[in-house]
């Protein structure tokens, strides 16, 4: 029996070594075959469960950071202001990935950005073999705080920048949405609400001071008016007959009309202060599509963004040769209706290219990443993206904006105390409604802060539109920031 | 019947590996502790006291209740025990302290075995009383009211607050009733010399073959429990040729075993379904192959070294407290720390069926011989279950799997080992004295 008992026991050894082959198989032989199956959650779950650092605004107060969970993905993202900074910090979510700031700067985040030296021996043993970084944005919390609360809950979007740096100080929009549930770690939770945020027509996941687009109407007559002083200066000392309608050339007995049935005309400074769409259209024929074309690339038109938050939209203007199929397409690009299309950002950069003597600087909400000690690891170095038009140009045109301001159709965008330059914008979405559109910048002799507003789909068809309800808050914003 | 010439252990090497256990647990629990965020050795360091109080209980116990007892089995089932109770730690801290109570009941009942059972011999008594207890116990979840089903499978005793698995007792109690049936029926299983009534004789010993048989194919139908109906099937086989020798009983259980698995993968989807998986978990990676899968992702997360206790993902695989626990292993301690647990049971094969060589008497090394198969097949099928050698089973890995029965019942089967071991080891110094007396 004893003979047996050993022959059984060698049979159960050969049970034992065939165990060991199929461990070796799953652990060395298929090991990197299962790892990168796409069915394999595991690198995804590590990634999510990593430590990640802080995101903050300029003036401290903390956006997104991660606290540890009891669950398998050990931490969990929190955004403590909720849906207020959601336009710039996005979210991020096991199952929809990121958006915004958090997909953005997720190297720095994760600490990724680090070099192998800066990990001391002390965290290869606690396991911290990376380092997370923290991110602080330019955004200010305050005028954060100011432009949402002054856009109210009207569908609009506010961009303020500082025209000298490029930095984004405020971008807020409305609707907007909590990204706090998006992060949850209870994957059926975060599906239903990013599945009812997304199909919410009200597209409250869009941050819309950067990727949506709309007819800037008005407010592009600063660039009709800088592409005059640039392209036509015959033009600027032009006298633009009185009208309240303009017949277009080869349309077939078309006319073009200012709103309301309203009577104006003069020199470009008149035609800006009452925004005057008889004038400026006649200027545009008058210049022709190629220059008015050639300046709204140069002020960034058809160019994407250099933004540092993902998939910024384009802005667009017709091509040069667009225009030569249709003339009348002239005039009504010249009054940023039609085939223009603008982001808040663009038109923001438009007011803050004016600020700053025709230059446009990179627009940015990166403004430093820190290592967890404090020590900076980079820091954002402002730099042009483009030149837009000549100081002079700028000057002349800032000159007229400070008239629309003082005593045209822009008198609400008044700070007290300051000289504000602006002009407003009403962009016909269909009939009896508008895009109430302004864009500004203060103090004028020296600018800080250079705004965009848009408040969508306002009853009211009128140049005042866009003065009665975008300038306001364009005041109360700019106000804000020349405060901080 | 002579036992090899092997070295015997003595009580010093039994202490040294019981503090080398210890120690291997600690630095576990210490290491797992590091690596999750949270607060785990603060929370559960008391429960980790009592594990280690319970090992040391176990081995002054055998010390002082069997003397002569092989002393390096407690140690390795020791480590066990104690690495199991760190991976349930790390997983689930609810579990945790359970895990720890049931460890407390599972001792408790190691030390009951051995101050009630002081002769082995004493067991061959009650054979047919342990034989009509454990096809009750078998058979117990199919009763209404007290039964329950749990993942497919009919094998749960609810009482009270707490779910039992009877089927884990009860192998224990048909192991000790087929050692002893088969060393008095052996002269007539034994292939050979036939007296002239042998045809007769050997149908009427065939007569309980083919009841194993029976009750195996009724726990795998009607409990659909194809873990415990292999294992048990397996058992029986092993220990009737082991007792008659010969191929025609492996043969025969072979191929009735076979005869009874394709039964029953004709005739049920979920056998079928077991198979299929097995055979490709892959093209059902979300639905039914999810828990295959997830283990395989696991093991391959793990590689060599492992990822480091608590610092893997071994909570996405279903079950990976009670029966999937081996792929929590082979991800944070690797293919070494995989390997080591299967050492650890190939130990105990070994040093168990050393313990049956060295007994005095057939009944002592058959019963010492089912007892190791128990462990030994067992861990066998659930490892390669979860490695995909074998169609995954439901059965828990001894010692390692969180669960009451399990642990209460292989504590159990080590103290009726060890009380075997020891009866060997009482009885050889006075015979070799009276030799010398000679």
Redesign the interface.
Known sequence: MTGRIQRLGLILGVGFCLLLVALTRLQVVDAAKLTSDPRNTRGLTAAFSADRGLIQTADGVVLAKSVPSNDEFKRQRQYPEGALFAPVTGYLSFTFGADGAERAFNKDLVGGTLTAGDRTLRDLFNGNSKKTEDVTLTINAAVQRVAASSLGNRKGAVVAIDPTTGAILAMVNFPTFDPNPLAAHTQDNVRNAYNALSNDPAHPLLPRGYRESYAPGSTFKVVTSSAAFDRAPELTTKNYPTLTQLPLPRSGGRSLRNFGGERCGGVITDLLRVSCNTGFAQMGLDMGGDDLSAEAQAFGFDNKPPFDLPAAATSRFPDANEFKRNEPGVAFSAIGQQNVSATPLQMALVAAAIANDGVIMTPHVLGSVRDDRGNAVRTYDAKQWRKATSPETAAAVKAMMIEVAASGTATRARVSGVTVAAKTGTAQTGTGSAHAWLIAFAPAEAPKVAVAVIVESQPGVGEATGGRIAAPIASDVMAAALKK | ????ALPRSNAGTGLSLLVVAAVIVGAAYALAG?????SLPVNLFPFLIVIFGLMALAYVAMRRLAPNAEPTLVPIVALLNGLGYVVIARLNKDLAANQAMWTAIGVAAFVATLVLVRRAADLERYRYLLMVAGIFLLLAPLMPGIGSTKNGARLWLEVGPFSLQPGELAKIALAIFFASYLVERRELLAPGSLPTDALAARARAIGPLVGAWALSIIVMVAEKDLGSSTLFFALFV?ML???A?GYLWPLLGLSMFSIGSVIAWSSFGHVQERVRIWIDPWSK??SDGFQL?QA?????????VGT?LA?G?P??IPAVATDLVFAAV?EEL??VG??AV?AA??LI??IG?RI??RAER?FE??LA?GLT?IV??QS?LI??GV???LPLTGITLPFVSYGGSSIIANWILIALLLRISSGDRLERPVRMASRRAR
Request: charged letters at 5%.
């Open positions: 019947m002579t036992a090899p590091l690596g999750q965020t949270a092993a040729w082991v007792a020798g990676a979300s899968v395989a992702f696991a093991f391959a997360a793990g590689g060599v480091g610092r993902t909570q996405k082979g690797g293919l995989a390997a299967i049971f190939a094969v070994v069926l049956a060589q057939p090394q058959l011989t198969t030994g097949v066998f490892i390669g490695t995909r050698l």
